[in-house]
């Protein structure tokens, strides 16, 4: 079965630090990871994705993402956190026997302190 | 270009009363999907259609019928509302149905069912 998990509900950093959200997956097949950011009362919108190739993966806003193919994780990082980064962060895999399915982790509250 | 759209943006239906929650995009993508955003819980999926005339079922499909008549628009009907169904709902799309690409969301709508 594919899942997604999110093992933090919450994650508070001081702003200038830096900040980790992690992910852990399970799928059959190549993995295809995805992070998507939800601000509130809004719709997802996307971060950075994980195809094939290099393990560190450089998106929107800062933000990067390692994949970590034998620990089967696809941690979000970014080395300066802003108070702007505060919000509901969620990782994503897509199906490997199914495309065109997608499993989403529970979501990770980021909260960046000034 | 307005991406996704989603109406209504809020709802409140009563046990056993039926509605359509619309979706539309003007990217003329081919996969469109539902998705529910329960507390805890992230996203799961559905329905889905990779394009018109074809739908299928997610994680969740029961209690929600599709179609799909056109490549802009995918509605979602409830055909008899139940508690349960209270939610924050998210149409999304994307370009093609490979494995490459993201999801564009829709600002979502929150229904409640009494």
């Known amino acids: 079965a594919q899942s997604v998990a999110q093992p933090e509900d919450q994650v508070n950093v001081a702003e200038g630090n830096p900040l980790t959200v992690k992910c852990t997956y399970s799928?059959?097949?190549?993995?295809?990871l995805f992070w998507y950011v939800q601000y509130p009362n809004r719709g997802l919108q996307f971060l950075l994705k994980y195809i094939t190739g290099d393990n560190l993966v450089k998106g929107s806003y800062g933000f990067e993402a390692e994949f970590n193919k034998s620990q089967t994780s696809f941690h979000l990082k970014k080395p300066s956190a802003l108070v702007s980064d505060s919000a509901l962060y969620f990782c994503a895999v897509r199906d490997g026997n199914n495309f065109n399915k997608f499993y989403f982790g529970s979501g990770t509250k980021l909260n960046v302190k000034p | 270009n307005a991406g996704v759209t989603q109406t209504p943006k809020f709802q409140v239906l009563k046990t056993g009363q039926s509605m359509t929650l619309q979706c539309a995009q003007d990217?003329?993508?081919?996969?469109m999907s539902w998705y529910r955003q329960d507390p805890g819980m992230g996203l799961r999926l559905i329905h889905y259609s990779v394009g018109a005339g074809i739908t299928d079922q997610g994680e969740v499909p029961n209690g929600y019928n599709v179609s799909r008549s056109t490549t802009e628009d995918f509605p979602l009907r409830l055909l008899s509302a139940a508690p349960s169904q209270t939610s924050v709902y998210f149409c999304?799309?994307?370009?093609?149905?490979?494995?490459?690409?993201?999801?564009?969301f829709g600002p979502g709508t929150r229904l409640t069912v009494t």
């Open positions: 799928v059959s097949g190549n993995p295809y």
């Open positions: 999304a799309s994307s370009p093609w149905t490979g494995p490459y690409y993201e999801q564009y």
């Open positions: 990217m003329n993508h081919e996969y």
